[in-house]
């Protein structure tokens, strides 16, 4: 397990932006693929985006794709969700997880792959 806390959250108008961070402390992250998950009010949680190992592969869900944007920095141990033009229907806590992985390309959509996870930041959005 690797403890994992997420920054950034808050109160954003329609049309804002935000963007959320994720630390580890006490291992690199450098050693896993990383992504982001959302759970709204009353839904279950659903894949946002991911990452590589190398930051070099990135996924994200197609009713995301354009507004949101995933990145890494290694040296900082540091994953980055910036989100774009909000709307009220990204109001969620919004999750960090990492995934362990032989592979430094390969970024994971599957929540059942990703073995820890942070508390969450929520995110609301408002009209």
């Known amino acids: 397990q690797v403890p994992l806390a997420e920054f950034g959250g808050g109160l954003v108008q329609v049309g804002g932006s935000l963007s959320l961070s994720c630390a580890a402390s006490g291992r690199t992250l450098s050693s896993y693929a990383m992504g982001w998950f959302r759970q709204a009010p009353g839904k279950e949680r659903e894949f946002v985006a991911s990452i590589s190992k190398s930051g070099g592969s990135t996924r994200y869900s197609d009713s995301l794709k354009g507004r949101f944007t995933i990145a890494r920095d290694n040296n900082q141990n540091t994953v980055y969700l910036q989100m774009n033009s909000l709307k009220p229907e990204d109001t969620a806590v919004y999750y960090c997880?990492?995934?362990?992985?032989?592979?430094?390309?390969?970024?994971?959509?599957?929540?059942?792959?990703?073995?820890?996870w942070g508390q969450g930041t929520q995110v609301t959005v408002s009209s």
């Open positions: 997880a990492g995934a362990a992985t032989d592979y430094s390309e390969q970024a994971y959509y599957s929540q059942s792959r990703y073995a820890f």
